[in-house]
């Protein structure tokens, strides 16, 4: 049974630091995809990361909007997935989740909350002063 357990989160300032963990158990990390979504009160949920593999290599990608100020990371013995939030805004403000989708390489289309079968709880981040 895939499960994902999320932690981490809570309040910052603006220009503070986050780092959420996902503790992804009933699957292989090395062998699956790994997304983070958010979601903004009254907005859509959105992609805002992703981990994966390709070629045997770990594969990364980030939306845009957070690219250069969050890292996305990965420790498979311990079968826990990292998002290290740098820079935070209050835009950034938002639930957090992690989602899981059992093909090991993501495509263009990885922002598609479509493709994860499986989803953590939910955290909350609020940036603000």
């Known amino acids: 049974q895939v499960q994902l357990v999320q932690s981490g989160g809570g309040l910052v300032q603006p220009g503070g630091s986050l780092r959420l963990s996902c503790l992804v158990s009933?699957?292989?990390?090395?062998?699956?995809?790994i997304g983070w979504f958010r979601q903004a009160p009254g907005k859509g949920r959105e992609g805002i990361s992703v981990i994966g593999n390709f070629d045997g290599e770990i594969d990364r990608d980030y939306a845009d909007f957070v690219r250069g100020r969050f890292t996305v990371s990965r420790d498979s013995a311990k079968k826990m997935v990292y998002l290290q939030m740098e820079h935070l805004r209050p835009e950034d403000t938002a639930v957090y989740y992690c989602?899981?989708?059992?093909?090991?390489?993501?495509?263009?289309?990885?922002?598609?909350?479509?493709?994860?079968?499986?989803w953590g709880q939910g955290t909350q981040v609020t940036v603000s002063s």
């Open positions: 009933g699957l292989s990390l090395d062998y699956s995809t």
């Open positions: 989602a899981a989708d059992l093909a090991p390489e993501f495509n263009s289309n990885w922002k598609s909350e479509n493709r994860y079968g499986y």
